[in-house]
Protein backbone atom coordinates (compact mmCIF):
# COMPACT_ATOMS: atom_id res chain seq x y z
CA UNK A 1 0.00 0.00 0.00
CA UNK A 2 1.18 3.57 -1.17
CA UNK A 3 0.76 6.44 0.96
CA UNK A 4 -0.09 8.25 -1.87
CA UNK A 5 -3.36 6.12 -2.13
CA UNK A 6 -4.31 8.81 1.18
CA UNK A 7 -4.09 11.84 -1.62
CA UNK A 8 -7.45 10.48 -3.22
CA UNK A 9 -9.98 12.43 -1.48
CA UNK A 10 -12.29 9.20 -1.50
CA UNK A 11 -9.56 7.66 0.40
CA UNK A 12 -9.15 10.14 2.83
CA UNK A 13 -12.60 10.66 3.56
CA UNK A 14 -12.81 6.83 4.50
CA UNK A 15 -9.64 6.32 6.53
CA UNK A 16 -10.24 9.83 8.76
CA UNK A 17 -13.66 8.80 9.41
CA UNK A 18 -12.58 6.04 10.55
CA UNK A 19 -9.55 7.03 12.66
CA UNK A 20 -11.28 10.72 14.00
CA UNK A 21 -13.12 8.79 17.24
CA UNK A 22 -10.08 6.86 18.29
CA UNK A 23 -7.61 9.89 17.65
CA UNK A 24 -10.79 12.47 19.90
CA UNK A 25 -10.44 9.26 22.55
CA UNK A 26 -7.18 9.27 22.94
CA UNK A 27 -7.04 13.21 23.05
CA UNK A 28 -9.34 13.08 26.24
CA UNK A 29 -7.56 10.65 27.68
CA UNK A 30 -4.20 12.51 27.67
CA UNK A 31 -4.98 16.06 27.56
CA UNK A 32 -7.61 16.27 30.35
CA UNK A 33 -5.18 14.60 33.17
CA UNK A 34 -2.23 16.09 31.62
CA UNK A 35 -3.73 19.53 32.40
CA UNK A 36 -5.65 18.51 35.35
CA UNK A 37 -2.34 16.57 36.92
CA UNK A 38 -0.20 20.07 36.18
CA UNK A 39 -2.76 22.82 37.77
CA UNK A 40 -3.98 21.12 40.28
CA UNK A 41 -1.42 18.20 41.76
CA UNK A 42 1.96 19.75 41.51
CA UNK A 43 3.07 22.10 43.72
CA UNK A 44 4.29 25.84 43.43
CA UNK A 45 7.94 26.26 42.24
CA UNK A 46 9.52 28.28 45.09
CA UNK A 47 11.21 30.66 42.77
CA UNK A 48 7.84 30.98 39.95
CA UNK A 49 5.18 30.28 42.54
CA UNK A 50 2.12 29.70 40.75
CA UNK A 51 3.29 31.03 37.11
CA UNK A 52 5.17 27.77 36.65
CA UNK A 53 2.08 26.04 35.78
CA UNK A 54 1.54 28.34 32.57
CA UNK A 55 3.98 25.84 31.16
CA UNK A 56 1.30 22.77 31.00
CA UNK A 57 -0.41 24.94 28.07
CA UNK A 58 2.43 27.84 27.02
CA UNK A 59 4.88 25.36 26.31
CA UNK A 60 2.40 22.81 24.46
CA UNK A 61 1.11 25.39 22.25
CA UNK A 62 4.33 26.80 21.39
CA UNK A 63 5.93 23.66 20.14
CA UNK A 64 2.74 23.15 18.02
CA UNK A 65 2.78 26.77 16.57
CA UNK A 66 6.36 25.82 15.03
CA UNK A 67 5.70 22.48 14.26
CA UNK A 68 2.29 22.90 12.28
CA UNK A 69 4.28 25.19 9.93
CA UNK A 70 6.14 22.87 9.35
CA UNK A 71 3.97 20.24 8.58
CA UNK A 72 2.00 23.28 6.14
CA UNK A 73 5.90 23.62 4.55
CA UNK A 74 5.82 19.38 3.53
CA UNK A 75 1.97 19.59 2.24
CA UNK A 76 2.49 22.90 0.26
CA UNK A 77 5.97 20.99 -1.20
CA UNK A 78 3.74 17.76 -1.84
CA UNK A 79 1.11 19.88 -3.49
CA UNK A 80 3.76 22.09 -5.18
CA UNK A 81 5.71 18.81 -7.01
CA UNK A 82 3.00 16.36 -6.88
CA UNK A 83 -0.35 18.28 -7.06
CA UNK A 84 -2.60 16.06 -4.80
CA UNK A 85 -5.51 18.46 -3.71
CA UNK A 86 -5.41 16.97 -0.52
CA UNK A 87 -2.38 17.98 0.69
CA UNK A 88 -2.99 21.56 -0.61
CA UNK A 89 -5.94 21.23 1.58
CA UNK A 90 -4.75 19.87 4.88
CA UNK A 91 -2.43 22.85 4.65
CA UNK A 92 -5.37 25.47 4.50
CA UNK A 93 -6.77 23.52 7.05
CA UNK A 94 -3.95 23.63 9.50
CA UNK A 95 -3.09 27.55 9.36
CA UNK A 96 -6.07 28.65 11.51
CA UNK A 97 -4.99 26.08 14.44
CA UNK A 98 -1.07 26.99 13.71
CA UNK A 99 -2.59 30.82 14.40
CA UNK A 100 -4.46 29.97 17.62
CA UNK A 101 -2.10 28.21 19.37
CA UNK A 102 0.91 30.63 18.47
CA UNK A 103 -1.64 33.27 19.77
CA UNK A 104 -2.14 30.84 22.94
CA UNK A 105 1.78 30.85 23.05
CA UNK A 106 2.70 34.77 22.67
CA UNK A 107 -0.03 35.37 25.25
CA UNK A 108 0.80 33.11 27.78
CA UNK A 109 4.43 33.86 27.41
CA UNK A 110 3.12 37.38 28.49
CA UNK A 111 1.72 35.81 31.87
CA UNK A 112 4.80 34.86 32.30
CA UNK A 113 6.83 37.36 31.33
CA UNK A 114 5.32 40.27 33.29
CA UNK A 115 6.14 38.96 37.03
CA UNK A 116 9.02 36.97 35.63
CA UNK A 117 11.14 39.65 33.70
CA UNK A 118 8.75 42.77 35.14
CA UNK A 119 7.76 43.26 31.61
CA UNK A 120 4.64 42.12 29.43
CA UNK A 121 6.85 42.31 26.11
CA UNK A 122 10.19 42.27 25.18
CA UNK A 123 11.98 42.40 21.80
CA UNK A 124 14.04 39.14 22.76
CA UNK A 125 14.65 37.64 19.36
CA UNK A 126 12.61 34.29 20.27
CA UNK A 127 9.84 36.37 20.92
CA UNK A 128 9.87 38.61 18.17
CA UNK A 129 10.58 35.75 15.56
CA UNK A 130 6.92 34.29 16.83
CA UNK A 131 5.15 37.56 16.70
CA UNK A 132 7.05 37.30 12.70
CA UNK A 133 5.48 34.01 12.63
CA UNK A 134 1.45 34.77 13.57
CA UNK A 135 1.71 37.57 11.30
CA UNK A 136 2.51 35.21 8.63
CA UNK A 137 -0.01 32.51 10.00
CA UNK A 138 -2.71 35.92 9.28
CA UNK A 139 -0.81 36.46 5.90
CA UNK A 140 -1.20 32.96 4.72
CA UNK A 141 -5.15 32.46 5.70
CA UNK A 142 -5.43 35.94 4.30
CA UNK A 143 -4.09 34.98 1.13
CA UNK A 144 -6.11 31.88 1.04
CA UNK A 145 -8.97 33.99 0.83
CA UNK A 146 -8.26 36.70 -1.68
CA UNK A 147 -7.57 34.34 -4.84
CA UNK A 148 -11.04 32.92 -6.14
CA UNK A 149 -8.76 30.00 -8.20
CA UNK A 150 -7.68 27.45 -5.67
CA UNK A 151 -5.07 25.78 -7.52
CA UNK A 152 -3.54 29.50 -7.74
CA UNK A 153 -3.65 30.17 -4.07
CA UNK A 154 -2.51 26.48 -2.86
CA UNK A 155 0.36 27.45 -5.34
CA UNK A 156 1.02 31.44 -3.43
CA UNK A 157 -0.02 30.22 -0.53
CA UNK A 158 2.81 27.35 -0.97
CA UNK A 159 5.09 29.65 -1.70
CA UNK A 160 4.60 31.97 1.37
CA UNK A 161 4.89 29.05 3.24
CA UNK A 162 8.25 28.43 2.23
CA UNK A 163 9.20 31.74 2.78
CA UNK A 164 7.78 32.00 6.03
CA UNK A 165 9.60 28.47 7.42
CA UNK A 166 12.49 30.86 8.27
CA UNK A 167 10.96 32.75 10.96
CA UNK A 168 9.52 29.22 12.49
CA UNK A 169 13.15 28.12 12.67
CA UNK A 170 13.93 31.12 14.13
CA UNK A 171 11.32 31.01 16.10
CA UNK A 172 12.65 27.71 17.79
CA UNK A 173 16.48 27.88 17.41
CA UNK A 174 16.57 32.21 17.79
CA UNK A 175 17.84 31.52 21.99
CA UNK A 176 20.63 29.22 20.53
CA UNK A 177 21.26 31.72 17.22
CA UNK A 178 21.52 34.88 19.43
CA UNK A 179 22.90 34.16 22.93
CA UNK A 180 20.91 37.00 24.32
CA UNK A 181 17.51 38.19 25.43
CA UNK A 182 15.48 37.08 28.31
CA UNK A 183 14.02 33.79 27.43
CA UNK A 184 14.84 30.78 29.02
CA UNK A 185 16.24 27.92 27.28
CA UNK A 186 14.52 24.94 26.59
CA UNK A 187 12.04 23.41 29.43
CA UNK A 188 12.68 19.85 28.33
CA UNK A 189 16.62 19.23 27.43
CA UNK A 190 19.18 15.88 27.87
CA UNK A 191 20.73 19.12 29.95
CA UNK A 192 20.42 17.89 33.66
CA UNK A 193 21.01 21.87 34.64
CA UNK A 194 18.28 23.01 31.80
CA UNK A 195 15.45 20.11 32.11
CA UNK A 196 12.38 21.18 34.33
CA UNK A 197 12.12 18.97 37.65
CA UNK A 198 10.31 15.60 37.62
CA UNK A 199 7.68 16.51 39.01
CA UNK A 200 6.84 19.03 36.56
CA UNK A 201 7.89 16.96 33.25
CA UNK A 202 5.95 14.49 33.88
CA UNK A 203 2.57 15.90 33.05
CA UNK A 204 4.09 18.62 31.17
CA UNK A 205 4.89 15.71 28.80
CA UNK A 206 1.41 13.81 28.72
CA UNK A 207 -0.20 18.00 28.27
CA UNK A 208 2.58 17.79 24.77
CA UNK A 209 1.50 14.50 23.36
CA UNK A 210 -2.98 15.84 24.50
CA UNK A 211 -2.54 18.90 22.63
CA UNK A 212 -0.71 17.11 19.60
CA UNK A 213 -3.83 14.60 19.40
CA UNK A 214 -5.67 17.51 20.01
CA UNK A 215 -4.45 18.77 17.05
CA UNK A 216 -4.64 15.68 14.42
CA UNK A 217 -8.08 15.60 15.22
CA UNK A 218 -8.92 19.12 14.62
CA UNK A 219 -6.95 18.92 11.19
CA UNK A 220 -8.93 16.05 10.73
CA UNK A 221 -11.68 17.07 10.78
CA UNK A 222 -11.21 20.60 9.36
CA UNK A 223 -9.75 18.98 5.99
CA UNK A 224 -12.60 16.87 5.98
CA UNK A 225 -14.85 19.84 5.57
CA UNK A 226 -12.36 21.53 3.39
CA UNK A 227 -12.62 18.47 0.90
CA UNK A 228 -16.55 18.58 1.30
CA UNK A 229 -16.72 22.44 0.25
CA UNK A 230 -14.42 21.86 -2.96
CA UNK A 231 -17.49 19.20 -3.81
CA UNK A 232 -20.17 21.87 -2.82
CA UNK A 233 -18.71 24.22 -4.76
CA UNK A 234 -17.72 22.22 -7.97
CA UNK A 235 -21.33 21.13 -8.15
CA UNK A 236 -22.66 24.75 -8.18
CA UNK A 237 -20.08 24.93 -11.16
CA UNK A 238 -21.67 22.23 -12.52
CA UNK A 239 -25.29 23.52 -12.09
CA UNK A 240 -24.23 27.14 -13.47
CA UNK A 241 -23.40 25.38 -16.68
CA UNK A 242 -25.85 23.14 -16.91
Known amino acids: ?130 LILFLFYLGYMALWEAIENPDTAADLTGVLCLVGSVFAVLSRYAAIFWNQGLHQGSTLSLDSEEHISDVYWQPLVLSIVGFGLLFVTLLLLRTRTEIRSRRLKALEQRERMA
Open 1 to 130: MSIWEYANPVKFMQTSGWLLPWVFGATVLTLVPGLVWGFFFTPLAEEFGATVKVIYVHVPAATLAINIWVMMLVTSLIWLIRRHHVSALAAKAAAPIGMVMTLIALITGALWGQPMWGTWWEWDPRLTSF
